[in-house]
């Protein structure tokens, strides 16, 4: 099989057309599996029981709701300040998952971007081909 990279101009554009749709797919993948996840966080945390608590820090030793019970419940200032440190950089954080949220997008529309340009590029190369062809 000849390398796309040195073969006709069609078989480049459309390489490169695959490429930026796989591209996509990855980009739109990841952002719905991180919606999940928002969609679970936002679920977690209102209802909670103290086993539940429990049963998730033995799941997940920085649980981020393991973290705010400690900090509902500890007397000493010290630890209160730990504490509250690592719920502030938690990825689990609503304002944290959010902020990812936003730049998923962003990728998203960037390589929705790509691929419509190199649709409009295959689409073109193609056009100049077979109007190439015909002409002979």
Known sequence: MPDPATS??????ALFLAECEAQRARCI?????HLVRM??????GAYLTIKDIVNKMKDEEWHIDALKFAYERI??????????V????HPDRTTALRYRLKTLRRYRREAEARRRKALAR?????AAV?????AV
Do not use: C, F, H
Request: hydrophobic share 40%; net charge negative; charged share 30%.
């Open 8 to 13: 006709d101009e069609v078989a480049r554009a």
């Open 29 to 33: 993948d990841t952002e719905n599996s």
């Open 39 to 44: 969609y679970e966080r936002a679920g977690d």
């Open 130 to 134: 077979s109007g190439a062809l015909a």
């Open 86 to 89: 690592l719920i502030q950089g």
């Open 122 to 126: 295959w689409l073109a190369v193609s």
């Open 75 to 84: 007397l000493d200032p010290d630890m209160k300040t730990g504490i509250r």
